[in-house]
């Protein structure tokens, strides 16, 4: 082959690639890193969707339903942050919480405490995040 038809079959490789758009599937991508901002509330415990019974001393949280799927996330932990005073806390994901916005959590009273300082402020500002 001749340079020039060298050179004409890497430029039309290169045109084409150039040309021809990159399409980037967010499909299947794992979003447990992914930050939920929602409400942090707290309930009084016992027999959880995922069928352990807690204590209102364990760490553990009720996700929205709308998340739980199945109770996929059973025993699955996730990382907490009060917005309002940077206070974080990791907690066990054991029930649903069919009453929880898209992105709010259900916390036992101690978890709560624990990012609070007092149950009476009833609903704290969070971010949350499986891990």
Same mark, same amino acid.
């Given at each position: 082959?001749?340079?020039?038809?060298?050179?004409?079959?890497?430029?039309?490789l290169v045109?084409?690639?150039l040309a021809a758009p990159t399409v980037v599937s967010l499909e299947g991508l794992d979003k447990r890193a992914a930050d939920h901002?929602?409400?942090g509330t707290f309930f009084e415990v016992g027999l959880g969707a995922c069928g352990k019974v807690n204590k209102d001393s364990d760490h553990i949280v009720a996700i929205p339903s709308s998340?739980?799927?199945? !109770?996929?996330?059973?025993?699955?932990?996730?990382?907490?942050?009060? &917005?309002?005073n940077g206070k974080t806390a990791v907690a066990d994901v054991r029930d649903s919480?069919?009453?929880? !916005?898209p992105n709010d959590l259900?916390?036992?009273?101690?978890?709560? &405490?624990?990012?609070?300082a007092s149950l009476n402020d009833g609903v704290i500002p969070v971010t949350w995040h499986f891990r």
């Open positions: 082959m001749a340079p020039f038809t060298y050179f004409a079959f890497a430029l039309a045109s084409s690639t901002t929602g409400r998340l739980f799927d199945g !109770g996929k996330h059973c025993k699955q932990t996730v990382l907490i942050k009060n &917005k309002k919480c069919p009453g929880c !916005g259900d916390m036992s009273p101690s978890l709560f &405490k624990s990012l609070s």
